[in-house]
T-cell receptor, first 113, second 115 residues
């Protein structure tokens, strides 16, 4: 049972434009969500998170939006840069307050110059 | 941020042999570490929770006799893939956090290829 889903395996965006990566979840008990960035042959690095008590969290070029009623979150990157090309995973803790994470399938973002 | 180091980053072994992967927290003590596995073009799947000084807890479907986990100190957890088979070939990643709280930091991952 895929509790966190990223239905777009890949996304191509022009440099300077906005990248929007989507994530859906099925478990309404999730109260915290994270986005990780991963380069090939490397471990994921934390990017940004959001608590379920918020609907938006912003950090520089990265903004995460949460729509609890739709069980949907999205990561916006603007402006997109070539270095943003990577695989992006959304994740949620399996247990509240813990670091056991369930991940989405990932979306490969390619930024074209 | 905190640093978690995995070793080796890449290993090739013969079928039937065992391989040990180390996960170290370099600048903090981690009472809990987690081991994940990633199949090609797939998500990271949690395999087990490594608890310092006690037995690991395994997720459903993960063979504990095949994937031995030892968390002997607050900075080191090891995953041993025993009697490796080609289907064990995968990318294995560990994560650790401060006393089980806050953000989890990931190691660089280990690419295991069993031939």
């Amino acid at each position: 049972d895929q509790q966190v889903k990223q239905n777009s395996p890949s996304l191509s965006v022009q440099e300077g434009r906005i990248s929007i990566l989507n994530c859906d979840y099925t478990n309404s008990m999730f109260d915290y969500f994270l986005w990780y960035k991963k380069y090939p042959a490397e471990g994921p690095t934390f990017l940004i998170s959001i608590s379920s008590i918020k609907d938006k969290n912003e950090d520089g070029r990265f903004t995460v939006f949460l729509n609890k009623s739709a069980k949907h979150l999205s990561l916006h990157i603007v402006p997109s840069q070539p270095g943003d090309s990577a695989v992006y995973f959304c994740a949620a803790p399996l247990v509240q307050g813990a670091q056991k994470l369930v991940f989405g399938q990932g979306t490969r973002l390619t930024i074209n110059p | 941020g905190a640093v978690v180091s995995q070793h080796p980053s890449r290993v090739i072994c013969k079928s039937g042999t065992s391989v040990k992967i180390e996960c170290r927290s370099l600048d903090f003590q981690a009472t809990t570490m987690f081991w994940y596995r990633q199949f090609p073009k797939k998500s990271l799947m949690l395999m087990a929770t490594s608890n310092e000084g006690s037995k690991a807890t395994y997720e459903q479907g993960v063979e504990k006799d095949k994937f031995l986990i030892n968390h002997a100190s607050l900075t080191l957890s090891t995953l041993t893939v025993t009697s490796a088979h080609p289907e064990d070939s995968s990318f294995y990643i560990c994560s650790a956090s401060f006393q089980g709280q806050g953000e989890a930091f990931f190691g660089q991952g280990t690419r295991l290829t069993v031939v």
